[in-house]
């Protein structure tokens, strides 16, 4: 491992950070808490304010597509803390200077191991692959109501992915010296997406018709384990418990309907929105919209995302402008296989619906389709459609 380069690529990330461009682009987003995610993700202002008239706009390809346009491994990136450091400043670096969304440059090196980091806490397997991003183990450890009993609550230092995270915080520490950040992992995934993986689906919507005590008692387990860890967490880095995150994939519809995310799942995200005092981003890349009026009883949100397949009208129907939109296109169908003319239809059609709220436009889960060069082209052709649709703010 070549520990100059590393070096040589803090000089180059600081010196952007401290660029005039990159001042600018801080002034869009309000200020973060603490928060680990898987990619940058601002929170904006509304448009008009700090006196910007555009509307801020991110791209984010998946460690695969940058895998293959910085030449690593993904495995590596994912399990070698000299290898995830190097590749998270190339990446800042590349994004900054060749793709140019608005997306600031940071003195952090935030440490996210992948989705299936809080289920490894319960025992549950993380599958590491050469070229794709960590999977969560297929393998349910929850097979029948007793096994839930036999459950502790995880150790901040030993269960799961708990020393490779400690491994990686103290090394990344080490390298960067104290003119960088370093953000120690953070519990983000809701409480039933936590369950789902270590029940198995189907077998806990089944659970919800005829063993709905034994869900509560699930959900009661798993939220009281996040609420311990965080503590932990704080208590080791010497800070306060701050807002939250809900990463919330599993809740979507038609999995879940109405009555049911009432009834299992969101008392225990409002009861960890009162833990965290607050939720700075509610995420769920499926279908919301019969979902919104009830997300919408979490007090405190402080960022809301809309993913391609939640319908943003109903969205702006429900919320107004009380909560910002972080709004995500499809990666397939508005980027990567769109021509200019669907691109700038689609941006048309975002702007009419929003007016001036509070809103940012990003597209992730970007790979290439075919050759490298034609995905990346693809982007670049993106972030110009949408700089002419929302003005210029980068």
């Not at 405190?300 to 009380?322: N, Y």
Request: aromatic share 10%; proline share 6%.
């Amino acid at each position: 491992m070549n520990i100059q380069n590393i070096k040589r690529l803090l000089k180059e990330v600081g010196q952007l950070a401290d660029s005039p461009r990159n001042r600018q682009l801080e002034k869009i987003w309000r200020p973060s808490e603490d928060a680990v995610r898987d990619s940058w993700r601002g929170t904006p202002r509304p448009v008009g304010s700090a006196g910007f008239k555009g509307v801020p706009i991110t791209v984010e390809p998946e460690k695969a597509m940058w895998a293959k346009i910085l030449r690593f491994r993904v495995k590596d990136f994912y399990t070698i803390p000299e290898v995830y450091l190097e590749y998270s400043l190339k990446i800042a670096k590349y994004k900054f200077q060749e793709f140019k969304d608005d997306a600031p440059v940071s003195k952090s090196i935030d440490i996210w191991l992948g989705s299936a980091f809080e289920p490894s806490l319960f025992g549950v397997e993380t599958v590491y692959l050469e070229d794709k991003s960590p999977w969560i183990g297929k393998n349910p450890i929850i097979k029948k109501e007793e096994d839930l009993d036999s459950l502790e609550y995880p150790d901040f230092y030993e269960s799961g992915s708990m020393p490779l995270a400690h491994r990686f915080y103290e090394r990344i520490r080490e390298l960067v010296g104290e003119d960088f950040n370093v953000t120690f992992p953070c519990w983000m995934k809701g409480p039933f997406g936590t369950a789902v993986h270590l029940r198995g689906m189907k077998e806990l919507l089944i659970d919800t018709v005829v063993r709905p005590d034994f869900v509560h008692r699930l959900m009661r387990f798993i939220t009281e384990s996040r609420k311990r860890w965080i503590q932990e967490r704080a208590k080791y880095l010497g800070v306060r418990v701050g807002k939250g995150d809900l990463d919330n994939d599993e809740v979507n519809c038609p999995t879940l309907s109405p009555k049911t995310y009432q009834e299992f799942v969101l008392p225990y995200e409002k009861e960890l929105c009162d833990f965290h005092g607050g939720i700075s981003y509610w995420h769920s890349c499926g279908d919301t919209t019969c979902l919104l009026p009830l997300i919408k009883e979490i007090s405190k949100l402080g960022m809301l995302h809309i993913g391609p397949w939640t319908t943003l009208s109903k969205a702006v129907e429900v919320f107004g402008s009380t909560v910002p939109f972080e709004i995500c296109l499809h990666p397939v169908r508005d980027i990567l296989l769109a021509t200019e003319a669907s691109m700038k239809n689609k941006l048309t059609e975002t702007i009419e619906t929003c007016g001036n709220m509070a809103y940012t436009v990003r597209t992730d889960g970007l790979d290439a389709i075919g050759a490298l060069d034609a995905a990346t082209n693809q982007v670049k052709l993106w972030i110009r459609v949408a700089r002419e649709a929302f003005g210029k703010i980068g």
